[in-house]
């Protein structure tokens, strides 16, 4: 399902990050917190009377430099406009409105889009500051006079974002087409294969649930099947000035993946891994995501008959806590293996949505515990009684066993690659679940 996104914008120090925790922390149940993005957290799943919405603090995403402080402005409020359903620009009682408050309104006005405006530091309960109604000037309709630190009139400003978000939108299971996030560093190529791909197929680009954000994702259609490319038109008319925030670019894969089923890990051939690419895939395994790696600008690399094999063999270390994960050598520029590409994506979906039957894998585990003698602590050895899926994307298995404490990692890999060594499995994630039964 894909989230509506709420977006805090506003000058430095008007308090756009206390807010920010204050709803998370308090007038909000945090559904999920994605430690990671960043070492300050910038956005999170909110809840508020039952409506589900992204928060983000674009403030938390500006690079730590000296730009002016309407340069900064700026790119909040062209991220707010490119992404959010809704916005909140925060503003300062004590400072009244500034000129950049003004500057920044007429930005977001400009879009169309809703904004809600708040004015923070109204810590004094009762009636409203004469001060509040300045703010009627910047033109954005009633200010909401909140105070951050104490949480005075948090209520009330979500209660009045709730109006503007827009209607629950659960994306249709029975749409079998595959969604598909193509992540990866800055210049490995992401706008390059989507370009390919939507350039040589049949492309539309949908309004899948009639909301803003999903208007941006391209749908192909080809003799393999339905792809939907999430978020593509982001990536195809990018801002240069947003692509260059790293933690943007990072926020932006994150979010994608949330709403894929296939993520395409994007690396460049002619770099090689980095520390970054293991961050963002980790962020898809740990979703539980189908995966590809691909392998682009292999047009650019010097080869013999060994390249692709010596090539591969590193990347399989590089990758090793997602061994399961198949390697596509992809050329953006000449199309090379495009088609590979599209068999792969379809292939490891697939995979991420199976279903083994119950009696098939308690042979494969009757077995595996045959061959290796589950590990014992003190005389009391492991019994794993029995074995079940219980759900798919990712595939979960939920084992019962006499004591959780002694089945050990090691020997729950090497159950898993018993199971994928009979079921394949392969680019996918798989869980296991423990539970005690006497
Ligand atoms: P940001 O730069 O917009 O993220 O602002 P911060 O959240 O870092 O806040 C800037 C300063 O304003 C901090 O010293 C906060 O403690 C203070 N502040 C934030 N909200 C309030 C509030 O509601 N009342 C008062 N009195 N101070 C606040
Ligand atoms: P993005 O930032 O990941 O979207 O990367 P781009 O698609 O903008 O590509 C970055 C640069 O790499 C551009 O100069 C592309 O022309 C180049 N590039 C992309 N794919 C290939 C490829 O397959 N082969 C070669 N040689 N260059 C490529």
Known sequence: MSLPIVAIVGRP????????????????????????????????????????????????????????????????????ILKADVTILVTDLKCGVTATDYEVAQMLLKSGKPIVLCVNKVDNVGEPPMELYEFYNLGLGEPFPVSSVHGHGTGDLLDEV????????????????????????PNVGKSSIINKICGEERVIVS?????????????VENEKGKFVFIDTAGIRRKSKVLETIEKYSVLRAYMAVDRADVAVIVIDATVGFTEQ??????????????????????????????TMNEFQKKLQDDFSFMSYVPFVFISAKTGLRMDKLFDTIKFVAEQNSIRIPTGRL?????????????????????????????????????????????????????????IRE?????????????????
């Open 13 to 80: 120090n008007v308090g756009k990050s206390t807010l920010f925790n204050k709803l998370i922390g308090q007038r909000l149940s945090i559904v999920e917190d994605t430690p990671g993005v960043t070492r300050d957290r910038i956005y999170a799943k909110c809840e508020w009377l039952g409506h589900e919405f992204m928060l983000v603090d674009t403030g938390g995403i500006e690079p730590e430099s000296d730009d002016i402080i309407l340069a900064q402005m700026r790119r909040q409020a062209e991220l707010a």
């Open 162 to 185: 709730l109006k503007y978000l827009p209607e629950e939108n659960e994306e249709d299971d029975d749409d079998d087409s595959i969604k598909v996030a193509v992540i990866g560093k």
């Open 207 to 219: 309004n899948i649930a009639g909301t803003t954000r999903d208007a941006t994702d391209s749908v």
């Open 277 to 306: 690419d293991s961050k963002v895939a980790g962020y898809a395994h740990e979703k539980g995501k189908a995966c590809v790696v691909a392998v682009n600008k292999w047009d650019a690399v010097e080869k013999d008959t060994n």
């Open 362 to 418: 308690n042979d494969v585990l009757a077995y595996a515990t045959q061959r290796v003698q589950p590990p014992s602590d003190k005389g009391r050895r492991l019994k794993i009684y029995y074995m079940t899926q219980v759900s798919t994307k990712p595939p979960t298995f939920v084992f019962f066993v006499n004591r959780a404490d002694l089945y050990h990692f090691s020997y729950q890999r090497y159950i898993e690659n018993q």
């Open 422 to 438: 009979t079921f394949g499995l392969e680019g996918t994630p798989i869980v296991f679940k423990i539970r005690e039964r006497d």
